[in-house]
């Protein structure tokens, strides 16, 4: 098992991601796609990547995302990347010499194609390849799902501050996923490589992931900047494809709160105007402020003045609901 040592200076520094990390979900999302594992979960998304993604393009990244075992860090950069862009800059700079230390790790793990050892030589074509790769990937196995992801991923984050700000960061450690055990001071992985981290005052950063499956992973180099990264709760239809023109939610939501209304409150999780969401609902403006002002009562979104306009964005109890959390759920329950 991995054994992470914590000190009362880590403890302080442990911190819980936001929002979805694009790389570690385009990494992980390889690994599942290589396998079976979780077909009610990812059976679909599966077959519409692969009706997606070139071969070509889809072999220079399996070549790179073993299904189990050592992926190479710097396909997932420890610095904080805000959106997809800014993390596939940090992968493509990442120092030469990083690269082919990582890619000769990977070598005794699978035989290197000639691809791969002109990336590690620094080829900036391989690297340009590379990037157009990582991009056309995004694009059809991410971006149609993101909003899914990033809903959960909220869902799950605000369930584990709840639980960090109500009974502090013991009771966080000791419930973050089935697998994994707090002995104080000492975090235990299970079913990963013997071995022991050691924070020494770093802190360590939590982040949720919606392709994580069945156990969480992290960066191997013990150097870089510590992250776990763990499972959030995998229910059957969460990995739905979304747009941003019309709402759709899903049918106990709309069973339960009326289509209309539940596509309102699906509008705002990225945060809308009044108009935009009566074009997005395909309702009249005066429909969508009615709309905007239930959902308000319920405490489901906030409306906050935005220059000319309001902005209607959702909170921490509608991404629950959306999500299929409610506050009172027992998520020591997870299954991953």
Known sequence: MLRIHFTPRDLARTTISTRPAPAWEILLSLHMLQHTDGRLVFEDWRRHVRTKVAPDQMRLLLELTPP?????????????????ETSLELTLSTPRQQIRSQLDLLGKYRPASPWIRQLAQGDGASIRRLGRAMRTYHDAAIVPYWKAIGTHVSADQAYR?????????????????????????????LDMHDRDLYLDGRGIELQPSAFCWQVPTKLRDPDLKPILVYPIHHAPGFLRQSSVERCKPNDALGSLLGSTRAAALDATVTGCTTTELA???????AAASHQATVLREAGLITTRRAGASVLHEITQLGIWL?????????RDRVRG
């Not at 009771?171 to 002995?183: A, E, G, Q």
């Not at 959306?322 to 027992?330: A, N, Q, R, V, Y």
């Open 68 to 84: 189990r075992g050592y992926s190479p860090d710097f396909l997932t950069p420890a610095a904080s990347a805000p959106d997809f």
């Open 161 to 189: 501050g709840e639980a960090l700000a109500r009974h502090g960061v013991d009771r966080l450690l000791s419930t973050l996923h089935p697998r994994v055990r707090w002995n104080a001071p000492v975090l235990q992985v």
């Open 279 to 285: 074009r997005r609902c395909d309702i009249s403006p």
């Open 322 to 330: 959306l999500s299929g959390h409610g506050s009172g759920t027992p």
